[in-house]
């Protein structure tokens, strides 16, 4: 179990490739939380029975649940970590990002996959991903969303941990949630999506070349497997914007958990300062 309490320290700058990945990377996928407890245990079920072969870090924003959650994280042979206290809103979502880039550096993790706690797989998303990044060569992977009208999504999103990882997104990340200065998090982090592809390759560069997207969604490979539109439901996952608690609730009961339809009612499970 690790404990982050977001010091400004100092991160080593990883140097750049010609190509980010030779082979099929390696991948993970950290899943950030506060408190949801019964969400949190279909996360651990759906990696299980569809994508048990990679590592998974679960990340807490210092909930009331950490206990709980870290008995679930070890009963499924996942690490855990959290916030040495509650972030302010958004910040406690950038959190996860840099506590998972760190954790996927430990492991020599090539890939890394952050996902919101309501974002439940139905299916072994890996291959999807890998293949995309490595036909890519990008630095970012997600999606945009015409409703909302979003051109960058965080709720799911995969990011080259190579790039990613280093001093040019860890340290200022780092520093903002020291001062605790609240982030529009899809805006912030698309900045940074935008700089890693200014620094394409030129096997990435003939991919945005080849895949033209228009300048309020650039800056990413776009995954097909999210869709362009977070409120259009998917056989390949639940999300909240089009899955009710009802829905989860029926495939915790598909998978055996022992949990009634009010227990997802809440994901914050009556936790204050709630968002």
Known sequence: MLVRPWASDSISLTSRSAKLFKFSPTVGIVIGTYASVPYIHLQLEARRRFFSHIPCLIHDDASHKINELASFAKAYDCDFEYNSQRQPPCLGDLSVFVGGLRWAKEKNLELLLKVSRRWIFRMDWTESLARLALNSQYATFCSYTTTFNFGFRTECMGMAVSQWGTEAFLTPAA???????????????????????????????????????????????????MGTDRCKPSENFLWHDFSRPIDYFKLSQSWGLPYAESCFNDPNQGGRNKR
């Open 175 to 225: 520093g903002t949630l020291y001062a605790q200065k609240s982030v529009f998090v899809e805006g912030y982090l698309h900045n940074f999506a935008r700089v890693f592809e200014s620094c394409n390759t030129s096997h990435a560069e003939a991919w945005r070349l080849a895949n033209p997207m228009s300048p309020d969604k650039n800056g990413y490979a776009l995954w097909d497997l």
